[in-house]
């Protein structure tokens, strides 16, 4: 065999750029932002330009390090590198930033007396005052929506994933595509046009009446094609090779869906239900036109007005009293913790059922 | 326990796509019959028509006679789900039910059909393992996921959660092309005592494997890509491999195919 004049012949070894280069060349990217920045007057100066200017700079100095040690291949990853991670950086940054405005400014209120007291009788002057009835409100009508939608939207998506055929199946894909893209409004306009004005009459003497309930129902409209959606995925993700299996020991082909299919599905089923629910929770527009909001509190999501958390912070953001906006954050603070925790215990049961 | 397949005319459509033509085919009971023949050639798609499993793909439909010990499978009335229960698979990649526990994949044949009790459950768990060459390695971890074992445990799961139901007809495609060699000998010395209760039907590219388990093998083949795969020729083992009536058989098995 004759040698190879191959262009990449040769040792295996390329030399590489000492381990603390990276970090010198941060820090002196830095050094040399700062001062330009500073003492140079650059643009008017400032800690964000600051940093804008040393990332920069960063890149600059570790290409041409890189390319002049360990050639051009070499450098261009490292530049492709600390790209991704700026990419990342400032995908988090937003996100850290909510997070750390809601807690600095929601905890002043975070009390006993926030949890357990309504807003009934509290006045423009009055500092105290809480989110009891919102929490209900919240709860019941997030609860009865998700009720009415998880085993609509499981049996919807297995019929599209396991039973349908041809155009039906087809044509009810596209309508849930459609759904998935309307307007929270239309929704609450929706219901209330439906609901509140038609149905309810018929059981209330005739007259139109605001309730948690309606409100549920149209959570409900903007949550059945969410979670039919993923649902439908997670199925799709489930390897035929399981349910022939299953067959193959004859069994039939609903035990197949309800005892191997959808128990292996379930980890996303849940991921795909919480985003609903969590997307739910926030909703204001549609809540606010058929629930109408309290400032009391109301057990009942079957009759009268009911308040939730998303429009007590909608109202005490725009209420003219020094102390509502504290309310308005600490209620915030308050939603985002409860969609949290659901969201944690889900995860967890979903694992628990999964083996070890 | 085992039963005899008799298929007369056997044609098998995927769509428009006409898979297999005219398969004529007596199995014995109580046989290994090793189906061979190039990719493409439908020996798949007979073994999945035998316990109608080919009706499961959109558009796939099969004509002709297919019975077990003289019954009909696709006559009209024929329950599909107690056909397979009678004629049991194994496939290609093992696949067992990733949510369930390696007891749990066992019986799951009989939970899924309504058997209830512990005791019956616990019997047939450690007979099917048993039978399966497997119990000695899995008897201590029962309630671990069946996902968690090797390749060739695995398949052999599998085959465990097949006679767990107490077929009378076992049918394997190509069930050890995914594992190594050792795991391959530990299913073939399977497949010859399962012999002894059930009828099987192996589906096999490797020739030495058909030669070795099978007591009779037969030979599929396409005339060309497109056409419809048919039965070339069926006999006993030792024949096809050292003397075989038609000139296609020979060349393949020798490695000359055309």
Not at chain 1, 212 to 219: S, V, W
Not at chain 2, 24 to 52: M, Q
Request: proline residues 5%.
């Amino acid at each position: 065999m004759t040698t190879l004049s191959s262009p990449f012949a040769g040792s295996l070894r390329r030399r590489r750029l000492p381990k603390w280069s990276p970090w010198a060349i941060a820090a002196g990217s830095l050094g040399v932002s700062f001062l330009a920045v500073y003492a140079g007057g650059l643009l008017g100066g400032g800690p964000v330009l600051t940093i804008v200017v040393a990332a920069l700079a960063y890149m600059v100095g570790l290409n041409i390090a890189a390319r002049v040690v360990e050639g051009k291949r070499a450098a261009r990853n490292r530049v492709a590198s600390s790209l991704i991670y700026s990419a990342f950086t400032l995908a988090l940054l937003p996100l850290l930033s909510v997070v750390w405005t809601l807690v600095s400014k929601g905890v002043d209120r975070l009390d006993g007396d926030f949890f357990t007291h309504s807003m009934n009788g509290i006045t423009a002057f009055d500092a105290n005052g809480g989110i009891y009835h919102a929490i209900i409100g919240t709860v019941q009508q997030v609860a009865i929506a998700t009720l009415i939608t998880v085993p609509l939207g499981i049996a919807a998506a297995i019929y599209i994933v396991e039973y349908g055929r041809g155009k039906l199946a087809a044509a009810i894909r596209f309508f849930i595509d459609v759904m998935t893209g309307i307007p929270s409004i239309v929704a609450g306009l929706f219901i209330l046009a439906f609901w509140v004005f038609v149905v309810t009459p018929v059981f209330n003497d005739g007259r139109a009446g605001y309730s948690g309930f309606a409100a549920a129902l149209a959570l409900s409209v903007l949550m059945l094609p969410t979670i039919t959606r993923s649902c439908e995925e997670m199925l799709r993700l489930v390897p035929d090779a399981l349910r022939e299996g299953s067959y193959a020991l004859g069994v039939p082909k609903w035990k197949t869906v309800m005892r191997i299919v959808l128990p292996t599905a379930l980890p996303g089923i849940v991921t795909g239900v919480m985003l609903a629910v969590a997307r739910a929770a926030g909703e204001t527009a549609p809540v606010l036109l058929v629930a109408g909001g309290s400032n009391s509190i109301n057990f009942n999501p079957f009759s009268d007005n009911q308040q939730s958390l998303s429009i007590y912070i909608w109202d005490q953001a725009g209420a003219a009293s020094q102390y509502a906006p504290a309310r308005a954050w600490a209620a915030a603070l308050t939603l985002v913790g409860l969609v949290l925790t659901l969201t944690i215990v889900a995860k967890l049961l979903a694992r628990r059922s999964k083996l070890r | 326990m085992a039963k005899r397949i008799e298929a007369v005319g056997v044609t098998a459509y995927y769509g428009e796509f006409k898979a297999i033509e005219d398969i004529t085919i007596t199995i014995e009971p109580r046989s290994v019959t090793a189906l061979i023949g190039p990719s493409g050639c439908g020996k798949s798609t007979f073994l999945r028509a035998v316990n109608r499993m080919h009706e499961v793909l959109p558009g796939a439909r099969v004509e002709g006679r297919l019975s077990l010990d003289g019954q009909d499978i696709y006559e009209r009335g024929v329950d599909v789900t107690a056909v397979r229960r009678s004629i049991g698979m194994v496939f290609q990649r093992p696949n067992p039910f990733p949510t369930m526990s390696i007891y749990d994949n066992v019986v799951a044949g009989l939970k899924l059909n309504g058997v209830r009790k512990k005791a019956v459950l616990d019997d047939a768990c450690e007979r099917a393992l048993t039978s399966a060459n497997l119990w000695d390695e899995v008897r201590n971890r029962l309630s671990k996921p069946g996902a968690g074992l090797s390749g060739g445990q695995q398949q052999r799961l599998c085959i465990a959660r097949t006679i767990a139901v107490e077929p009378q007809v076992v049918l394997m495609d190509e069930p050890c092309s995914a594992l190594d060699p050792i795991s391959t000998g530990a299913i073939e010395d399977l497949i010859f005592e399962l012999k002894n209760e059930f009828t099987i039907i192996i589906v096999t590219h490797n020739m030495q494997q058909a030669a070795r388990v099978s007591d009779r093998t037969a030979f599929f083949s396409i005339s060309q890509t497109g056409d419809p795969g048919r039965l070339i020729e069926h006999d006993v083992t030792s024949k096809i491999f050292t003397n075989p009536r038609e000139k296609r058989t020979e060349d393949y098995i020798t490695g000359r195919f055309g």
